[in-house]
């Protein structure tokens, strides 16, 4: 095993409350390389394409107590195959992919957990509900009884400084405890996934209880 991977890991994990959740984003990363964070402690992984994630899960099937999260943009016909492979989905990102992962969810027997996905601000690039459209949505979101909906999941546009950022995450913490006030049924909003090696630090400060690492612990990738 590397000793820069057991390093670095450890010193993230120090610089964690407890209360955050280290989610090691292992796309574009061996096999080999997740059964080494495995053994320095960690448990949660994330991946965004779900055929390279099902081929790493097939050869890491003895490590059984891995939590695999979905993180990259889910198409809707990708939507039973990702229920089959990840306990989490990380970026539930408009209403029909929700109402969609709800209907195969039942079908399939699972209750996957599932963070929706929010445009703070606008931003071309990324998929998500504006805030506007979210509030809107949530009486519908409530109907998605097979979902354990957790909490929101946001990305900040390129290009912010530190200030910016940190009151994007700020917004989203704002947003999700308005959301928890209105009581909904199946609607909680314990989670805030946000924050990644670059900007991590500024999440943790907003209160992101999952932020998901890549770069900083495994290096660069292609």
């Known amino acids: 095993m590397s000793s820069s991977l057991i390093e670095r890991i450890a010193t993230i994990r120090s610089s964690l409350p407890p209360s955050v959740r280290l989610i090691a984003v292992s796309k574009q990363v061996s096999a080999e390389a997740i059964r ?16 390279e994630a099902a081929s790493k899960q097939a050869e890491l099937h003895d490590l ?3 939590t695999w999260h979905f993180i990259g943009h889910l198409q809707s016909n990708k939507a039973k195959k990702a229920l089959e492979h990840f306990h989490w989905i990380h970026s539930v990102d408009n209403l029909k992919l929700a109402q969609r992962l709800n209907q195969l969810a039942q079908q399939l027997g699972v209750s996957p957990q599932v963070c929706l996905q929010v445009k703070i601000l606008p931003d071309p690039n990324k998929s998500g509900w504006s805030v ?5 949505d949530l009486s519908a979101l409530n109907q998605c009884k097979t979902l354990q909906i957790q909490g929101l999941m946001t ?7 530190d ?4 009151n994007v995450f700020t917004r989203n913490r704002d ?9 909904w049924s199946h609607i909680n909003m314990q989670h805030l996934s946000m924050g990644m090696s670059g900007d991590y630090q500024l999440a943790v400060q907003a209160g992101a209880t999952m932020v998901r690492l890549g770069t900083i612990l495994f290096g660069d990738r292609r």
């Open 155 to 161: 990305i900040p546009p390129l290009g912010l400084d």
């Open 175 to 183: 947003l999700a405890k308005e959301i928890q006030e209105q009581s």
């Open 36 to 51: 080494s964070a495995y053994a320095a402690g960690i448990r949660d992984f994330g991946e965004s394409r779900i055929q």
């Open 64 to 66: 059984s107590d891995i």
């Open 163 to 166: 200030a910016q950022i940190l």
């Open 132 to 136: 506007p459209e979210l509030l809107a």
